[in-house]
């Protein structure tokens, strides 16, 4: 296949009795006639298969500070060449990336790649990963791990940033094939991803106990909009699951909301609601908490959880001093600090450049 192809053929469907095609990616489990397509946009069903019409094509390249997608983890300091493409197979109201998740003007994707063209443009720009973002690699999975292979061949990484809303056999091939993943965990009630989100939780929360217990690192996000998913109730219970099935050490990053798309009636995330919700998931046990979207030096500030030094200190996604030892350890207790290091940290700031890879189409 041309890395332009409009109907790149994919494996995750089903025949069904009535002559329609079930697509199995997500448990959306879209059920589509000749020329339609699923909620996401970019899958559809063409000549009697399910194609993805979005193979080598992206809404633009950019590159980015690892820790804005956010992983402050993850070969810490480093840059990373960011893209996606168009659609999303959730609704969410509060899309603070609407304009290309919902997008359905074709004109959205302006650049072409092929994975090989990515893998070697991360190499030459100094990128230690390649992240796909912007919209959710699930819906272009079959892009993504083409271009999650060529980068390992280049010695470079791959990111997954997702809302993890996948089935069980896409979800393992996607995230098995990625070094990292940042997933949304957008809420921690059924109520609030049906109504909000028009999607599920519990699927949501598999995703995150398979990535948790693979070899793929692992960090989780949750954008706090006020009146919906912020109260101590709520927040209490999220962190205590998280604490008990995913682990102490995986990073969790409390998000500030801003008004957008659907919900731009909803004030923004005061800075004390981030505070209150690092203080609980503190409290039921988890070491590495964070705040984002907000300047708050403490938040974004990794301690160590022996003797508590700060061993990483952060101002918005600039690294202000780096203390780990080469083997990622507290220089003060030698306690190990869970993640991917390199041997020191990177220099790439809080720089965000883009890029043209391709020509448009």
Known sequence: MTATTDAFPTTWWTRLADGRIQCDVCPRACRLHEGQRGLCFVRARQGDRIVLTTYGRSSGFCIDPIEKKPLNHFLPGSSVLSFGTAGCNLACKFCQNWEISKSREIDTLADAASPETIARAALEAGCDSVAFTYNDPVIFLEYAIDVAMACHEVGVRSVAVSAGYVNDGPRQELFGAVDAANIDLKGFTEDFYHKVCSGHLQPVLDTLEWVAASDTWLEVTTLLIPGYNDSDAELNAMTAWYAEHLGVDVPLHFSAFH????????????????????????????????????????????????????????????????????????????????????RGAGHWGNRRLPVRLGGGR
């Open 259 to 342: 008004p957008d798309y659907k919900m731009r009636d909803v004030p923004p995330t005061p800075p004390e609601t981030l505070t209150r919700a690092r203080r609980i998931a503190l409290r039921n046990g988890l070491r590495y908490v964070y705040t984002g979207n907000v300047r708050d030096l403490d938040g974004g500030t990794t301690l160590c959880p022996g003797c508590g030094t700060p061993v990483i200190e952060r101002d918005w996604y600039r690294i202000l001093s780096y203390r780990l030892t080469a083997e990622g350890r507290c220089p003060r207790c030698g306690t190990e600090i869970a993640g991917v290091f390199n």
